[in-house]
Every structure is written in structure tokens, then in C-alpha cells.
């Protein structure tokens, strides 16, 4: 089983959805959550880190835990086209840090 | 200003070839990574250094070996290159922790 799994799409929505991406993870050491946005053939930039369980709001996204669940969310309100990228969940327990394998989003216009 | 930079952008060489991979940052961040990107988009990180020395060394093949001669560079050096090492190779930085971390563009390697 992979420390973290990730479902990789495509997912295809239109502009002004609420777009919901997901992890899954086995590690109950992970502690801190982030998820990066990577557009094509460039570097990964983070979006968001939370640490633990919560939400974490910035702008039009929101990272949700749920530790007991082994479980994380990243929603995108208001989606736009210029939201279209990878998105890639990724996990720390120290030492250890893991990338789920990406979901690729389109906002069509 | 670039804050994360590798070169070159693309190298394209044949099999049992040495290359070399260049990093540098300007973020005055204390830990760099090289990461491996596959075809199929998957992010495994092979090294991570802080302050120079090596904290983490992920199961990659001795033919790989980074080289950091300040804490502002880490070089990734390649030995004997194979088909199988074609990928995006990423470099990171962060100041404190593995959570906050800068990504450069990355270097496509195509193994012929």
C-alpha cells in the first residue's frame, strides 16, 4: 500500500465550481498536511500547509484533516480556468515526507 | 528575482553518460532537496541536505550522487546514465522544515 494515495482524474469542471480534491493516507505519523499546485512543465508551488486536524482557509481554498480518518481535502471555490494545474497533496512526519501522485483539473470557461 | 534555480533546463544525452544537474538558491534557506518526477507525474524525493551535510538519502542508486559545496547550492551528479533515469528532476529549498518548501522549474532529462 502507498503512504499516500491520491485519485490522479482527470476531473473537468466549469468555471465557478466548487472543485473537491482528496488524499488518503496510512502513516498515522504524518503531521503536517500541504497541498501544491503545479502547472504544466513548471515546478510544484505550495498552496496551503495544515498542521494536524482542521481547516484552513485562504482566499477562494480550503484545506480540511481529518486525522481519524486518515483523510484530507483541498476545496476550491469560484473555480477558474486559470485554476487548471495538478494538484498534489503531500505529508511530513519529520523526516519522512511524501507526495500523493497528483489529480489534473480543468476549468473549462 | 529567481528563487529556486536549476540548469540546464533540458539535457539530452545518451546511455552511459555522466551529467551533472546545477541548483541554486537565494531564499537564505538552509535545506535543499532533489526530487525525481516520473512520466506518470509521480514526486519522489531522492536527497535532502541542510547546512550542507546529508539528512536524508531516499533508496536511489549509488550512480546518483549530490555534491553541496555551500548552502546556497546543491549539485546532483549522475553517473553511468540509464533509460530509466529520463524524468524531471526538481530541486527544493526550505528554511526550517519539509512542510514550506520552494520548488525550481526542474531539468527534463531524456536518456537515449
Known amino acids: 500500500q502507498k503512504e499516500v494515495e491520491q485519485d490522479p482524474g482527470p476531473l473537468s469542471v466549469p468555471e465557478g465550481a466548487i472543485v473537491s480534491l482528496n488524499c488518503t493516507y496510512s502513516n498515522s505519523a504524518f503531521q503536517y498536511f500541504m497541498w501544491y499546485r503545479q502547472y504544466s512543465r513548471k515546478g510544484p508551488e505550495l498552496l496551503m500547509y495544515?498542521?494536524?486536524?482542521g481547516n484552513k482557509e485562504d482566499g477562494r481554498f480550503t484545506a480540511q484533516v481529518d486525522k481519524s480518518s486518515k483523510y484530507i481535502s483541498l476545496f476550491i471555490r469560484d473555480s477558474q480556468p486559470s485554476d487548471s494545474a495538478t494538484y498534489l497533496c503531500a505529508m511530513d512526519a519529520g523526516n519522512q515526507f511524501y507526495f500523493g501522485t497528483g489529480t489534473s483539473l480543468t476549468v473549462i470557461p | 528575482d529567481t528563487a529556486v534555480s536549476q540548469t540546464p533546463k533540458y539535457l539530452v544525452t545518451q546511455m552511459g553518460n555522466d551529467k551533472s544537474i546545477k541548483c541554486e538558491q537565494n531564499l537564505g534557506h538552509d535545506t535543499m532537496y532533489w526530487y525525481k518526477q516520473d512520466s506518470k507525474k509521480f514526486l519522489k524525493i531522492m536527497f535532502s541536505?541542510?547546512?550542507?551535510?546529508?539528512?536524508i538519502n531516499e533508496t536511489v542508486p549509488n550512480r546518483f550522487s549530490p555534491k553541496s559545496p555551500d548552502k546556497a547550492h546543491l549539485n546532483l551528479h549522475i553517473n553511468s546514465l540509464e533509460l530509466g533515469d529520463s524524468a524531471v528532476y526538481f530541486c527544493?529549498?526550505?528554511?526550517?522544515?519539509?512542510?514550506?518548501?520552494?520548488f525550481g522549474p526542474g531539468t527534463r532529462l531524456t536518456v537515449t
Open positions: 495544515t498542521y494536524s486536524s
Open positions: 541536505y541542510n547546512n550542507k551535510e546529508l539528512i
Open positions: 527544493a529549498s526550505s528554511r526550517d522544515s519539509f512542510y514550506e518548501q520552494y
